[in-house]
């Protein structure tokens, strides 16, 4: 006998920054809270369906997190600037949607370290502050600098990332082994180290252009009962069924003791979610 606790179409988790971070599974229209399940037996179970989260039509495949094939070609949320924003083409007048450049790309970005799997840059929209880092799996965040648009925050990366890494190492996150960093000492270490470079790109953008944040590190943690030794990921391309007990969340995964599941690259798929036998 199993119990329906949630239907629809998978969205990204829900996250609230507390001790542990507070997650909410998103099916359609039903919001699971899972701190409660904790240690309980989870069955989640793909009709084999996939809506796209823009227009709704039914896709076969999932594109660019959740979209079907139109609205990836369409979106400008789907380009290849969103990922690479030095790539920006709004002032060539080609942007697939310059309103939506203007009330996302034209705000204010910030620059930041974050330690999920070691220290990393990133950037990020001021508003999206402290989701962001929990949706890495961040134990760590610290804003560094302050930019006007998301191209220029993609500038700055690229020179971040001459001595950081942007990426995440999402089974060393998932392992629960990540040493602390002092991310103050290291801000000012590549402020001290990437001077030149910045003061180049202040030249180009104007002088304050790129504001120095002399904010205050954060910290989090995450409802885990028990980390895995060893990572095994389920996917409901290969199996449409998924169990195992709920052993923790971290970043976009649930961690089941049968494997982890990266929640976030099923969005738009249509999922029942029970509390049953595993
Ligand atoms: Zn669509």
Excluded at 76 to 100: N, S, V
Excluded at 258 to 266: A, H, P, Y
Aim: glycine share 8%; aromatic share 8%.
């Amino acid at each position: 006998m199993t119990d329906s606790l949630a239907r629809g179409c998978l969205a990204k988790m829900a996250v609230e920054p507390g001790d542990p971070a507070r997650y909410t599974l998103r099916a359609g229209d039903d919001r699971l809270p899972l701190g409660p399940l904790l240690g309980e037996p989870l069955r989640l179970a793909w009709s084999g369906a996939i809506a796209c989260t823009n227009c709704g039509r039914a896709t076969r495949k999932s594109f660019g997190q959740g979209h079907c094939y139109p609205c990836f070609k369409r979106l400008a949320r789907c380009d290849t600037c969103i990922m690479k924003p030095e790539l920006c083409h709004y002032f060539q007048g080609t942007c697939r949607e310059p309103e939506w450049g203007e009330s996302h790309c034209f705000q204010p970005h910030i620059v930041y370290l974050a330690n999920a799997s070691g220290l990393k840059v990133g950037i990020t929209r001021a508003t999206q502050v402290p989701t962001r880092w929990l949706d890495q799996g961040a134990i760590q965040a610290l804003p560094i600098l302050e930019v006007d648009s998301r191209q220029q925050s993609g500038f700055v990366e690229m020179l971040f990332k001459e001595e950081v890494s942007d990426r995440t190492n999402w089974r060393a996150m998932l392992k629960g082994e990540t040493p602390e960093l002092d991310l103050p000492g290291e801000r000012d270490r590549l402020l001290e180290r990437l001077a030149p470079g910045l003061a180049e790109l202040r030249e180009r953008f104007g002088a304050d252009a790129i504001r120095e944040l002399d904010a205050s590190p954060r910290s989090f943690t995450y409802p885990v009962l028990e980390y895995p030794t060893k990572v095994a990921s389920h996917n409901f391309d290969k199996r449409a069924e998924v169990a195992g007990r709920l052993m923790g969340i971290k970043g976009q995964y649930l961690m089941l003791d049968s494997g982890v599941i990266n929640l976030r690259k099923f969005t738009g798929y249509e999922v029942a979610v029970s509390h049953g036998e595993s």
